[in-house]
């Protein structure tokens, strides 16, 4: 058991005695981790911020549902990154503004500059990333960044931990191609 | 290649407005302050849906045998049953059984008489929730 499904038997303890205590404290220990998760995904920071609190809206509105056996790390990330693929895709479909532009946004406007202190080799990294598929770019997030375990992994985006460890390794190639090529 | 990704990483490029995770979860925990949601508690029917999947399956294959005896076996069949000679029987096979397994078999009829009756409404409600149609229910009953 990791320690993050340790830290929550806790707030499992709490839900059931005063529900907006425990939730409370999982406001408190998941929300900048989520928020980066959203981040990496979605980029742009009102996009990430839009997600945030949808995700954990969404969460108490099913907290009644939640089970102990559940564990509520994999369980608040799961959602999170529903909420995010969300708001890509009606980025994509209502504004035409597809992550690949937004890379190019970053580079070159003012306002994108605002939100992205990167130095060059930062920026190319960042870039690449983006370039990739997005289960595949998901996978090397939730891997790279948030060091989740494929067990984890594999509870959050329903897939075999053998396809999760495949994903990971294309997507590390590719990104390196990318780097090389830059 | 991984250590240079790690270098590359060192600092965390995206930025966020000043006290963002401070305001923004005041924000999350006085919007859902105030109101509890329902916790939605198991109902009696998904409890017991696999004693009555269990139960109905015995009721199923009791009616078909039923209906294959009643279809299959001649009438004249089960009549004549009743005719053979009560001493017939007991002269050829009966005797040889233990008096001891008669007692246990007895044992078990007794504890099963004693199991209390379903109600006919019930057995009707029940295959109502399974969505069977009710004159099909009728029909069997």
Do not use: C
């Amino acid at each position: 058991m990791s320690n993050d499904h340790k830290a929550d038997n806790d707030i499992h303890e709490l839900l059931k005695s005063d529900a907006n205590k425990g939730f409370s404290l999982i406001v408190g220990r998941y929300s900048t981790r989520l928020y980066w998760h959203i981040r990496r995904l979605v980029i742009l920071h009102e996009d990430a911020d839009d997600a945030l609190q949808n995700t954990f809206m969404n969460a108490w509105r099913n907290i009644g549902n939640f089970r102990k056996e559940s564990s509520i790390y994999t369980w608040l990330y799961t959602i999170a990154t529903n909420e995010a693929l969300i708001i890509i895709n009606k980025r994509s479909k209502y504004s035409g503004t597809s992550l690949d532009d937004l890379a190019g946004y970053f580079a070159n406007s003012k306002e994108g500059s605002m939100w992205f202190d990167g130095d060059e080799a930062q920026e190319i990294f960042q870039n690449a990333i983006l370039q990739l598929p997005e289960k595949q770019r998901i996978v090397f997030n939730l891997k790279y960044f948030d060091e989740m375990t494929y067990e984890d992994m594999s509870k959050v985006l329903k897939t075999s931990v053998g396809a999760l460890k495949a994903s990971y390794h294309y997507a590390v190639k590719k990104i390196e191609n990318i780097i090389m090529n830059s | 290649m991984m250590k240079k990704f790690d270098k590359i990483q060192e600092k965390n490029p995206f930025k966020v407005p000043e006290n963002y995770f401070d305001e923004v979860s005041r924000k999350i925990i006085s919007a859902t302050s105030g109101y509890i949601p329902e916790i939605k508690k198991e109902s009696v029917y998904r409890r017991l849906k696999s004693y009555l999947a269990v139960a109905a399956s015995i009721a199923g294959f009791v009616l078909i045998s039923y209906i294959t005896v009643k279809l299959f076996v001649p009438d004249k069949k089960i009549n004549n049953l009743s005719d053979i000679d009560l001493i017939e029987v007991s002269d050829s096979w009966i005797n040889d059984i233990d008096i001891l397994t008669l007692e246990e078999n007895a044992a078990s009829l007794i504890l099963f008489e004693q199991m209390p009756e379903v109600d006919k409404t019930d057995i009707i409600e029940y295959l109502l929730l399974e969505n069977i149609d009710i004159n099909d229910i009728y029909e069997q009953l």
